[in-house]
């Protein structure tokens, strides 16, 4: 074998390093994207699932095709303006920045639908109040359980008549009374649902008087209503605070970058300006979850 100068050693292994290293890159892409897909596939069916729970019927694939294009515009995003051939800190940076934005917004979807579910479940119990009034008036007219409830379905609004409505499908599908009650409890995800549905079980079980019964609840239902919304009110100010706080930085980093960015650009590329932006972080999303651990008052 011949011998080899050291101009073709020192190449030799820097190929051999290089070809470690793109074999390395590739197996960590690969299997990357791999979970990925299986996150945003699982992802996908799970939110899918809610959306049909709230009668908004929207494709696995769609919500996950959706997921991803977020993610990937917010990934470029903050790494295009960060990216740099000459500061390997900046591009570094816009790496880190990137994944965490598009890791939060691939959890947009269903962070959506927990926001879709919550504003749903405050209609509903809006409604509940109204409805079993409804029901207590069809139950002395010498209705029984299951019309009083066909009643709401004629004559109320949504989502409590889609609620009941799938109820009574349930029924007449040979679901018993006590399983379709529980499957309504559960999907709603109600506290005076839970109410409801405990008495109703009770009351059927050992005879009492569901009429009184049903007024009895939405007394009780109408004065927590009225305690929540005075605590929501008097917190309003405390919420607003915690927003604007939150927010403002944000917004004045984004205003000056515009603005100054010979100023601020050579800031953000900088070391001292990550770890500022670092503790930046950790300090608002601190400061958020203290506010709101604060404003949140369970009644």
């Not at 950790?282 to 404003?295: H, S």
Request: aromatic share 10%; net charge positive.
């Amino acid at each position: 074998m011949a011998h080899l100068s050291p101009f073709a050693l020192y190449w030799i292994a820097i190929a051999a390093v290089g070809l470690a290293f793109s074999g390395f890159a590739w197996m960590f892409v690969s299997a990357l994207r791999e979970g990925s897909g299986n996150y945003a596939r699982e992802m996908g069916e799970e939110t899918s699932r809610q959306f049909a729970d709230l009668f908004l019927f929207v494709s696995s694939k769609k919500i996950a095709e959706l997921g991803r294009f977020a993610a990937l515009a917010a990934f470029f995003a903050f790494f295009i303006p960060l990216f740099s051939f000459t500061n390997i800190l900046s591009t570094l940076m816009g790496v880190v920045l990137g994944l965490g934005a598009g890791a939060f917004v691939f959890t947009c979807p269903s962070r959506y639908v927990k926001f879709l579910r919550l504003r749903r479940r405050r209609k509903f119990e809006d409604q509940l109040v109204e409805a079993l009034g409804r029901m207590s008036n069809a139950m002395r007219a010498g209705f029984s359980i299951n019309q009083a409830i066909e009643s709401v379905v004629k004559t109320g609004d949504d989502p409590i008549r889609q609620e009941f409505q799938v109820f009574l499908q349930q029924l007449r599908v040979g679901m018993s009374f006590d399983e379709a009650l529980a499957s309504l409890d559960r999907r709603v995800g109600s506290d005076d649902l839970t109410l409801v549905c405990t008495s109703i079980d009770i009351a059927r079980r050992t005879g009492g008087n569901l009429t009184e019964i049903l007024d009895r609840i939405s007394e009780t239902i109408c004065g927590r209503m009225r305690i929540e919304r005075r605590v929501r009110a008097l917190t309003a100010q405390g919420r607003l605070q915690g927003i604007v706080v939150s927010l403002m930085p944000v917004v004045l980093g984004i205003a000056m970058t515009f603005m100054k960015p010979g100023l601020m650009i050579p800031f953000l590329t900088s070391l001292k300006g990550g770890i500022c932006i670092g503790l930046m972080v950790v300090l608002e999303i601190a400061g958020w979850l203290l506010i709101r651990k604060i404003i949140r008052i369970e009644v």
